[in-house]
């Protein structure tokens, strides 16, 4: 052992993890080291404390790169889902936030009326994923065309869908709310079938499958998505009462006229 002084201890323990790159051990060990004094530690002792604050860091570090890298557009917790007032019952938020279906590529559809917590369950869903680190991108239907359009302008299409197959979990919200032309439906198609199989997507829509013709214009090509999202996939209706509706109602003083259909 050299006998270094607390100074030089000091200057080395910068160096060296400025060059193995643990910023966590540069910034903690000190503290760590006086801890583990007057805690009579030993070396072994103290050592494990540095790596495993090295260790909680860095998966902290990723945690938070993950969900910036999904581009949710807002927070939504699915342990903040109140399944009181929805169709759908706990052990489907349960089976959403295991992310279960994620490992085996099966995908997921919601279909439910507008503020039936479609979107709230969708971005639920890819949030837990995320910080359970698996790469998870949300986007809307019509930004994901758009997106694949300037790619094929660009003669970068096969780049991008590449890219979006590789991603764990596609969260693809407000399928069937914007009518896709022949050459943009036939993009999203791409990107379906890249996945196909082998890694899930999650997809939201205010209609029902019978009306999903109206979005892709083509009966064809949309009877050809509805395969794809459907195989093997966990269906989730989330019915027409709006959520929305009725907390705006309520907080009102309103009566709860929360259904589509005119009822209470």
């Known amino acids: 052992m050299s006998g270094r002084t607390e100074a030089g201890a000091e200057a080395t323990i910068e160096s060296a993890c400025r060059e193995l790159k643990l910023p966590t051990v540069r910034a903690e060990a000190a503290a760590l080291a006086k801890s583990a004094l007057a805690a009579g530690l030993t070396h072994r002792a103290y050592l494990a404390d540095v790596l495993t604050a090295e260790v909680e860091d860095r998966a902290e570090r990723r945690r938070q790169r993950r969900v910036a890298d999904a581009r949710f557009p807002r927070v939504k917790r699915l342990d903040a889902f109140d399944c009181s007032r929805s169709t759908v019952n706990e052990a489907t938020v349960a089976a959403l936030a295991t992310g279960a279906f994620i490992h085996h590529g099966d995908p997921v559809v919601l279909l439910g009326d507008s503020g039936t917590g479609k979107s709230h369950l969708l971005i639920g869903t890819g949030l837990a994923a995320a910080e359970a680190g698996r790469r998870v991108r949300y986007t809307t239907a ?33 399928l069937g709310y914007l009518s896709l032309d022949v050459r943009g439906a036939e993009l999203l198609f791409q990107v379906l079938t890249e996945r196909e ?31 794809r999202l459907t195989f093997r996939a966990l269906i989730i209706e989330t019915g027409s009462d709006s959520y929305r509706l009725h907390t705006s109602s309520t907080a009102a003083g309103r009566p709860k006229a929360i259904r589509r259909d005119g009822a209470s």
Not at 151 to 170: H, M, N
């Open 197 to 227: 199989e082998k890694r899930s997507v999650a997809v939201a829509s205010n209609a029902p499958f019978s009306e999903w013709g109206r979005t892709f214009s083509d009966a064809r090509l949309a009877g050809a998505v509805v395969d």
């Open 142 to 174: 019509a930004a994901l065309v758009n997106e694949l359009i300037e790619a094929a302008d660009e003669r970068t299409l096969s780049r991008l869908i590449a890219r979006y197959g590789r991603i764990d979990l596609l969260c693809l919200d407000e």
